[in-house]
């Protein structure tokens, strides 16, 4: 069975706080792809990253990264010197050997001024 | 700018009225979803297309059915609105190859029964 997790159901911060975002996945397919989306209120769903279950790589891109580790089945999303912006709600995705996409449940992320 | 379009953000019926949710991809993707998106369940698939006329269930397929006639076009039926079916739904496509692209989203139809 594919299944995520996202345990933080919300998470508030003061801005310029760092906050991490958790993910666990659990997947049998040896190739998969984890993403990871941001859904502001105006309720589209964004994509922030991809990663493919051979590139273990840590990802940076200005304010965000990205922490894969296979070991621990974790891809956790760190934002660092949180703004207001930032607040929404930001789902895990896993996607394996089919063509459906399994989400986690989301995190809420409230920046507060 | 590639773009998944849903035909309404904001729709309210009457219980037991049938209706019909609209989405268009101009990104030539195979693949078509439809979620559904309630607080603190996350996005629930319902149905997804793999090509034209081609449709599989997802975890919650009941009370819904999809027509895909067209490559760009999948559209979500609910034959019978019900109060429970009141939700976010989300439209997506994604292509065959290059599956690491991810999935595109709709901006989302809030759909009130009353």
């Known amino acids: 069975a594919q299944k995520v997790t996202q345990a933080q159901t919300e998470i508030s911060v003061v801005e310029k706080e760092d906050v991490t975002l958790d993910c666990v996945y659990e997947t049998r397919d040896t190739t998969y792809y984890l993403f990871w989306y941001k859904q502001p209120p105006s309720g589209e769903l964004v994509f922030l990253i991809r990663?493919?279950?051979?590139?273990?790589q840590n990802e940076i891109s200005g304010r965000y990264s990205w922490n894969f580790q296979k070991s621990t089945s974790s891809f956790n999303f760190t934002i660092t010197a949180s703004q207001v912006v930032d607040s929404a709600v930001y789902f895990c995705a896993l996607l394996g050997g089919t063509y459906k996409y399994i989400f986690g449940t989301g995190t809420r992320l409230k920046v507060l001024a | 700018d590639v773009k998944v379009t849903q035909s309404s953000r904001y729709l309210v019926k009457r219980t037991g009225e049938k209706v019909f949710l609209e989405c268009v991809q101009d990104m030539d993707h195979e693949n078509m979803f439809w979620y559904r998106q309630d607080p603190g369940l996350g996005l629930r698939l319902i149905y997804f297309?793999?090509?034209?006329?081609?449709?599989e269930k997802g975890d919650i397929p009941e009370g819904y059915s999809v027509s895909r006639e067209k490559k760009e076009r999948f559209s979500l039926i609910l034959e019978s609105a019900s109060t429970n079916q009141t939700s976010m739904y989300l439209c997506?496509?994604?292509?065959?190859?290059?599956?690491?692209?991810?999935?595109?989203f709709g901006q989302g139809t809030r759909l009130t029964v009353v």
């Open positions: 990663r493919n279950s051979f590139d273990e």
């Open positions: 997506a496509s994604s292509p065959h190859r290059d599956r690491g692209r991810g999935a595109f």
């Open positions: 297309s793999y090509d034209v006329k081609m449709k």
